[in-house]
C-alpha cells in the first residue's frame, strides 16, 4: 500500500470519526472542536488531490474564520455543558439528511463518471498532466494537442460566474445560516 492511499484512509476515519462526533456529543463545544479536526481533513483531501490552494482556502476560511465564529459563540452562551434538549424537531432532523443522503447515493452511482475516454482530446491531455507518456508526443508536440472545450474556460473566476453560478450561491447561502446560527446562539435566550 502507497503512502498516499494509507493517509488517504488515515484522513477518510478521521474525518467520519469526527463528523459523528459533531452530531452525537452532547458538550457543544467539544462538538466545534470536532469540527474544527473535520474540516482540517477535508483540507488534507484537498491537497492530496493537488488542490493545494483549495486546501489553503479551507484552512483559513473553515479553519481560521468560521470555526473561531463558533467557538466564541458557544464560549458566550450559558449552557455549553448540557446543549439543546431533545425537542419536536428531532425527526424532520434526521429525516432530511436521510433523504439527502439517498439523493446523493443515487446520483453518484448512476453517473457515468469515465467522461475523459469519450474525448480522445481530453484524454491525451489528462495522460500529459498526469505524467504520462503518449506515444509518438513529445513535448514540443504536447502544446499543439487540441484542447478539450471545458479547458478553454480554466480561470477560476470564470467557471464561478458561469458554469459553477448554482453551487457557489448555494455555499455562500450556507454561510451566511451558518453565521446567522451563530448569532442565534450567542442571543440570550428569554424565559
Known sequence: MAFADVLFWVLAVVAIASALGVVLLRNVFRAALLLV?????????????????????????????????????????????????????????????????????????????????????AQQQAELVQGNTISGVTGEDAAQLPAPEAAERSSLGDLLINDFVLPFEVASVLLLAAVIGALALTRERST
Open 37 to 121: 479536526v473535520v474540516f482540517l481533513a477535508v483540507a488534507g483531501f484537498f491537497v492530496m488531490m493537488n488542490a493545494e490552494f483549495l486546501g489553503v482556502v479551507q484552512l483559513i476560511i473553515y479553519v481560521g474564520a468560521i470555526s473561531i465564529l463558533i467557538v466564541f459563540a458557544i464560549l458566550m452562551t450559558q449552557d455549553v455543558v448540557q446543549g439543546n434538549l431533545p425537542n419536536r424537531l428531532q425527526v424532520p432532523a434526521v429525516l432530511l439528511p436521510a433523504l439527502l443522503l439517498a439523493a446523493l447515493a443515487f446520483v453518484v452511482f448512476n453517473t457515468d463518471w469515465d467522461l475523459i475516454s469519450d474525448n480522445p482530446a
